[in-house]
């Protein structure tokens, strides 16, 4: 199971970070309710394999390859996330 990243270069606030730790690596399938560049909001099911910074922003890798940017996130498992960053 991989290490969940505490790199400097993160800036998801410690409660996020926390949250996350409980699915990160455990191949658990998840619940993602994020809004797409357009607006829209979806829902993928899918194990968060990953979190990660870039250019100071957060994404979560999700297990097909899908990369969300952390702050379009809204729910996980019905756990509010939106709000929670920064």
């Not at 357009?38 to 957060?58: K, M, N, W």
């Not at 940017?69 to 509010?80: E, K, Q, W």
């Amino acid at each position: 199971m991989p290490n969940f990243p505490s790199t400097p270069s993160t800036t998801a606030s410690y409660s996020v970070q926390g949250m996350l730790q409980e699915y990160l690596g455990s191949g658990q399938l998840t619940e993602v309710v994020y809004r797409d560049s357009a607006g829209q909001i979806c829902t993928v099911h899918d194990v968060i394999r990953e979190l990660c910074s870039r250019a100071g922003q957060d994404f979560l890798l999700l297990g097909r390859g899908t990369m969300l940017p952390l702050d379009h996130v809204i729910t996980i498992n019905g756990r509010l996330l939106a709000g929670s960053t920064g």
